[in-house]
C-alpha cells in the first residue's frame, strides 16, 4: 500500500514562499503520476498541479500559473510543490496525492491520498 506524507506548510506573510514535500513510503514510487490538490474552508478539493512518473511532464491551475513549480526526484521517493508569491487565496490544506498513468487534475483519478498540510498566507 502505498503511503503519502505531506510536510512543509506553516504560515507565511503574502508574498512570501514555501516548499511542501511529498514524500512516498514504497518501492517503485516513480511509475506514479503525483497530484497536488488543495482545500479551503467551504470549498471543494481542487486540483493545484501535477507531474507525470518520469518528471518530465507537469500541469498546472490557471490560479498558480507562474508562481508554484512541481518537481520530482525519485531517488528521494519525493515530489515537492515550490510556491512563490503566496497570496492569502492560497490559504488551504493541501494535499498530495497518486495515481498509476498520467498525471491529471481531477481529484477522483488519484487512489492514494496524503493527510495533508497546512498552508497558511496571512499578515
Known amino acids: 500500500q502505498l503511503q503519502l506524507v505531506e510536510s512543509g506548510g506553516g504560515l507565511v506573510q503574502p508574498g512570501g514562499s514555501l516548499r511542501l514535500s511529498c514524500a512516498a513510503t514504497q518501492f517503485s514510487f516513480d511509475v506514479y503520476a503525483i497530484g497536488w490538490f488543495r482545500q479551503a474552508p467551504g470549498k471543494e478539493r481542487e486540483g493545484v498541479s501535477c507531474?507525470?512518473?518520469?518528471?518530465?511532464?507537469?500541469n498546472y491551475a490557471d490560479s498558480v500559473k507562474g508562481r508554484f513549480t512541481i518537481s520530482r526526484d525519485n531517488a528521494k521517493n519525493t515530489v515537492y510543490l515550490q510556491m512563490n508569491s503566496l497570496e492569502p487565496e492560497d490559504t488551504a490544506v493541501y494535499y498530495c496525492?497518486?495515481?498509476?498513468?498520467?498525471?491529471?487534475?481531477?481529484?477522483?483519478?488519484?487512489?492514494?491520498w496524503g493527510q495533508g498540510t497546512q498552508v497558511t498566507v496571512s499578515s
Open positions: 496525492a497518486a495515481r498509476l498513468g498520467p498525471g491529471t487534475l481531477i481529484r477522483r483519478e488519484y487512489k492514494y
Open positions: 507531474i507525470s512518473s518520469s518528471g518530465g511532464s507537469s
